[in-house]
């Protein structure tokens, strides 16, 4: 978890803006020392999938203790993933939609299927046309990325490798899915970043695909390889293996504010 608040870095933001922010915990086993946690959220990743985790339910108990806990506006709660997250935050928009009123997915489409929300979900999604770990245009060999790093530096791990859509073939099934009229406008275009925003959808939710050009399986606004050994050795051989697995870096788009800015104009009817 607390490679997670480091990596995400919502925290500033959070006391700033006056929200608060939750870092839930993925089902895993050790690796190398590390919890690689997992998520239930469709064709990936093992275990969680493996042995079918209830992610949903986990997740609907953890909104029910913060609910519980905290004095929280329950009508604007958003869930953001990344990688396997992100098929998470999807799954839960399908399946959550009266409980979670805006979802966000980074460096993944969504993988689950018979997606049937109760009401349209507003999406927000970004990708980097350099992702190694998501083909920007999918395929049969998207996940692997982590697989392939950990077994080039000696140490086994299973590839978790699944057929997956490409951004636009996803992007289409999110529109039919909120009934959008195909009517878009871009609404960021600064640097390597290209925004997209359809606007014309079923109850006034909104569809913001981010097209990240030459951007890696990295979180946006990140100035650093996520591994403690790319700073202390960063052109060792384990670092350069990490930079081949997830690819280029993407600094100049600091997707944490855009984030905001998408979320805090939704809440639940």
Same mark, same amino acid.
């Given at each position: 978890?607390?490679?997670? #608040?480091?990596? @995400?870095? &919502?925290?500033?933001?959070?006391?700033?803006?006056?929200?608060?922010?939750?870092?839930?915990?993925?089902?895993?086993?050790?690796?190398?020392?590390?919890?690689? /946690?997992?998520?239930?959220?469709?064709?990936?990743?093992?275990?969680?999938? *493996?042995?079918? #985790?209830?992610?949903?339910?986990?997740?609907?108990?953890?909104?029910?203790?913060?609910?519980?806990? @905290?004095?929280?506006?329950?009508?604007?709660?958003? %869930?953001?993933?990344?990688?396997?997250? !992100?098929?998470?935050?999807?799954?839960?928009?399908?399946?959550?939609?009266?409980?979670?009123?805006?979802? !966000?997915?980074?460096?993944?489409? /969504?993988? @689950?299927?018979?997606?049937?929300?109760?009401?349209?979900?507003?999406?927000?999604?970004?990708?980097?046309?350099?992702? $190694?770990?998501?083909?920007?245009?999918?395929?049969?060999?998207?996940?692997?990325?982590?697989?392939?790093?950990?077994?080039? #530096?000696? %140490?086994?791990?299973?590839?978790?490798?699944?057929?997956? *859509?490409?951004? *636009?073939? &996803? $992007?289409? =099934?999110?529109?039919?899915?909120?009934?959008?009229?195909?009517?878009?406008?871009?609404?960021?275009?600064?640097?390597?970043?290209?925004? %997209? $925003?359809?606007?014309?959808?079923?109850?006034?939710?909104? %569809?913001?695909?981010?097209?990240?050009?030459?951007?890696?399986?990295?979180?946006?606004?990140?100035?650093?390889?996520?591994?403690?050994?790319?700073?202390?050795?960063?052109? /060792?051989?384990?670092?350069?293996?990490? =930079? =081949? !697995?997830? /690819?280029?870096?993407?600094?100049?788009?600091?997707?944490?504010?855009?984030?905001?800015? &998408?979320?805090? =104009?939704?809440?639940?009817?």
């Amino acid at each position: 978890m607390e490679e997670s #608040i480091k990596y @995400f870095n &919502f925290n500033p933001q959070a006391d700033k803006e006056g929200f608060l922010v939750v870092y839930p915990e993925g089902y895993g086993k050790m690796l190398a020392g590390k919890h690689l /946690g997992t998520w239930n959220g469709g064709k990936c990743c093992a275990p969680s999938t *493996d042995e079918n #985790i209830d992610d949903v339910g986990f997740i609907n108990k953890v909104i029910g203790k913060i609910t519980d806990d @905290f004095h929280i506006d329950e009508k604007r709660v958003y %869930v953001a993933g990344f990688s396997n997250g !992100a098929q998470m935050s999807y799954r839960l928009g399908c399946e959550l939609s009266d409980k979670i009123a805006a979802v !966000a997915l980074g460096g993944s489409v /969504g993988t @689950f299927e018979g997606c049937s929300p109760k009401r349209p979900v507003p999406v927000y999604m970004f990708s980097g046309t350099a992702d $190694t770990c998501t083909p920007y245009e999918g395929g049969a060999e998207c996940g692997g990325c982590m697989g392939r790093f950990f077994n080039s #530096i000696g %140490v086994p791990a299973p590839m978790n490798v699944y057929q997956c *859509d490409s951004v *636009d073939t &996803f $992007t289409g =099934k999110v529109l039919s899915m909120n009934k959008c009229s195909g009517n878009s406008s871009v609404t960021y275009n600064k640097g390597s970043t290209t925004c %997209v $925003t359809y606007n014309t959808c079923s109850g006034n939710s909104e %569809v913001t695909s981010c097209t990240i050009s030459g951007g890696g399986h990295v979180w946006p606004g990140n100035t650093k390889y996520s591994i403690d050994i790319c700073s202390s050795n960063p052109n /060792g051989y384990v670092c350069e293996e990490w =930079k =081949k !697995a997830v /690819g280029p870096l993407s600094p100049d788009f600091n997707v944490n504010d855009e984030l905001w800015r &998408f979320f805090k =104009k939704y809440q639940l009817e």
